[in-house]
């Protein structure tokens, strides 16, 4: 759970400081990221092949459309999409490293249900993440775009799925991470959905 607060903290601070740098040289930093995910993935255990600094860059992404209007909400969408990109980089690091795990230790087919879950949502997370490189995304059509990433919502559920069917010392904590995000962006919903009312009220008597 420090890890994973210190990770968020940390990936905050960088983010409203950097935020420029961060968009201005966003492949150089996939870049660095891939290199690093390679070494983790050589590795015994470290906060990338263990999926915390994964889950801590999709914490940020997750919550920072729920900010008030801001400078760090500013500063933080600007660069939403790097964040994700970062974040999917260090998830499928820490999928492979535990598939790979199950494979040389014969227990693929034999993973208790949270296992599969976390292969959902690197399934569901693929597509999400091709689409978010620049290159890519200018080809799609921007509603068709729109449309597919509703799918990091699904995301979402699996992997608050994934953490708390692992039952470990730190399931409140997801519960409040992945339970509070629910509410929240539920809330979010209504308020925008009500606040559209009167628009509609009016379009109505205009017609
Ligand atoms: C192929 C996909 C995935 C597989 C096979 C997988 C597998 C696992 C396994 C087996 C564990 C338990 C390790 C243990 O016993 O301590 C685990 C833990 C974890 N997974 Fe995944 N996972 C996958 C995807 C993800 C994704 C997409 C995320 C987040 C974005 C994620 C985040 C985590 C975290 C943070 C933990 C540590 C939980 C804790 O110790 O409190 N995983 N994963």
């Not at 990936?11 to 935020?19: H, Q, T």
């Not at 070494?39 to 990338?48: A, G, L, N």
Request: some cysteine; overall charge positive; aromatic content about 16%.
């Amino acid at each position: 759970m420090t890890i994973t607060l210190v990770s968020i903290l940390l990936i905050v601070i960088f983010s409203f400081l950097f935020f420029k740098s961060i968009r201005k040289w966003n492949t150089w930093l996939y870049l660095g990221s891939a290199i690093l995910s390679i070494v983790s993935f050589t590795q015994e255990t470290t906060i990338i092949n263990m999926g915390y600094l994964g889950l801590s860059f999709f914490i940020v992404v997750m919550f920072v459309t729920l900010l008030d209007k801001s400078e760090i909400k500013k500063r933080l969408m600007g660069v939403r999409a790097e964040l994700a990109v970062i974040g999917s980089i260090f998830a499928l690091t820490h999928g492979l490293k535990f598939i790979v795990f199950s494979i040389d230790f014969s227990f693929f087919w034999e993973a208790p249900l949270y296992f599969y879950i976390g292969i959902a949502s690197v399934v569901v997370m693929l597509p999400l993440f091709i689409t978010s490189f620049m290159i890519i995304r200018k080809k799609i059509k921007g509603k068709t775009w729109k449309k597919l990433h509703q799918l990091s919502y699904v995301f979402y559920v699996l992997v608050g799925c994934h953490l708390i069917l692992i039952q470990n010392s730190r399931l409140a904590f997801y519960g409040v991470i992945f339970g509070g995000y629910g509410v929240m962006k539920c809330l979010d919903l209504y308020k925008k959905h009500t606040q559209a009312q009167p628009k509609n009220t009016k379009l109505t008597h205009a017609n």
